[in-house]
T-cell receptor
Framework: EAQVTQNPRYLITVTGKKLTVTCSQN?????MSWYRQDPGLGLRQIYY???????DKGDVPEGYKVSRKEKRNFPLILESPSPNQTSLYFC????????????FGPGTRLLVL | EDQVTQSPEALRLQEGESSSLNCSYT??????LFWYRQDPGKGPEFLFT???AGEEKEKERLKATLTKKESFLHITAPKPEDSATYLC??????????????FGQGTILTVHP
């Protein structure tokens, strides 16, 4: 089954404790992206990648890191999480190199205490 | 800066009562406009891509249209299962943000039986 998977789905952590949210797609898509969704602010792009070893900032990259060492994986790293990073996070992938018709994962709900 | 504005924020319809959702945008150059549907607690689901003014796409009870400044999502004879949040998004034309996707805040559609 073609899908985008994220792990974990739910995470509670404390301020400053480094964490990684994994994202994997099995569709051989070139483009992958991370978003956060907050009430009243909508869906905002954090980082995106148009191919292996190619990443670029979205609208809200501060406090996040990403890497794209393999085509199928695009992990999101929070080096020192803070409470304002409490949010619902989505990973997405798209067949073309520039995004657009994206397939989204099920989401990761993160609470930073 | 690219801007996407969706209206109304929320729309309540009776089953069978047709209506339209609006997505207006300002962008230096449009490479694509996309419509997504999002159910509560789930990732957005891709619906349509529109590339140029005058283009139209249809799927079941939904029809998306595009002009130079806005897009409409027409819903004909909606059913309760059409209840969801509908999101539109723009793909940036180029420069240093070639793959950046900007989402609107969404319209929450509720269809009553």
């Amino acid at each position: 089954e073609a899908q985008v998977t994220q792990n974990p789905r739910y995470l509670i952590t404390v301020t400053g404790k480094k964490l990684t949210v994994t994202c994997s797609q099995n569709m051989n898509h070139e483009y992958m992206s991370w978003y956060r969704q907050d009430p009243g602010l909508g869906l905002r792009q954090i980082y995106y990648s148009m191919n292996v070893e190619v990443t670029d900032k979205g609208d809200v990259p501060e406090g996040y890191k990403v890497s794209r060492k393999e085509k199928r994986n695009f992990p999101l790293i929070l080096e020192s999480p803070s409470p304002n990073q409490t949010s619902l996070y989505f990973c997405a992938s798209s067949p073309g190199p520039s995004g657009g018709s994206q397939y989204f994962g099920p989401g990761t709900r993160l609470l930073v205490l | 800066e690219d801007q996407v504005t969706q209206s109304p924020e929320a729309l309540r319809l009776q089953e069978g009562e047709s209506s339209s959702l609006n997505c207006s945008y300002t962008v230096s150059g449009l490479r694509g406009l996309f419509w997504y549907r999002q159910d509560p607690g789930k990732g957005p689901e891709f619906l349509f891509t529109l590339y140029s003014a005058g283009e139209e796409k249809e799927k079941e009870r939904l029809k998306a249209t595009l002009t130079k400044k806005e897009s409409f999502l027409h819903i004909t004879a909606p059913k309760p299962e059409d209840s969801a949040t509908y999101l539109c998004a723009l793909l940036n034309a180029g420069g240093t943000s070639y793959g950046k996707l900007t989402f609107g805040q969404g319209t929450i559609l509720t269809v009553h039986p």
